[in-house]
């Protein structure tokens, strides 16, 4: 095949890679480490697949992972007991 003929390679990356350890996922893509790697390699039926469950993965991060800032973040005080 002509690599002018080829698609383009869809990538979900915002280029904020950092993989939270508790989820296994990418903060800024959602992505795992193995999907990132296998990326270019899947068919674009699978880079589909995956990039259709990012948001659902997306929400339960920042969720987990809501900032907390200032001397309650680093007391660990819980946003309820403000």
């Given at each position: 095949?002509?690599?002018?003929?080829?698609?383009?390679?869809?990538?979900?990356?915002?280029?904020?890679?950092?993989?939270?350890?508790?989820?296994?996922?990418?903060?800024?893509?959602?992505?795992?480490?193995?999907?990132?790697?296998?990326?270019?390699?899947?068919?674009?039926?699978?880079?589909?697949?995956?990039?259709?469950?990012?948001?659902?993965?997306?929400?339960?991060?920042?969720?987990r992972k809501r900032r907390r800032g200032g001397r309650r973040?680093?007391?660990?005080?819980?946003?309820?007991?403000?």
């Open positions: 095949m002509n690599a002018m003929s080829d698609p383009p390679i869809e990538t979900p990356c915002v280029k904020l890679c950092v993989v939270d350890p508790e989820t296994g996922f990418c903060i800024g893509c959602g992505r795992t480490r193995g999907e990132i790697g296998l990326w270019l390699s899947l068919s674009p039926a699978d880079r589909h697949l995956i990039v259709a469950g990012l948001p659902e993965r997306l929400a339960a991060v920042t969720q973040g680093r007391l660990g005080v819980p946003e309820e007991a403000v």
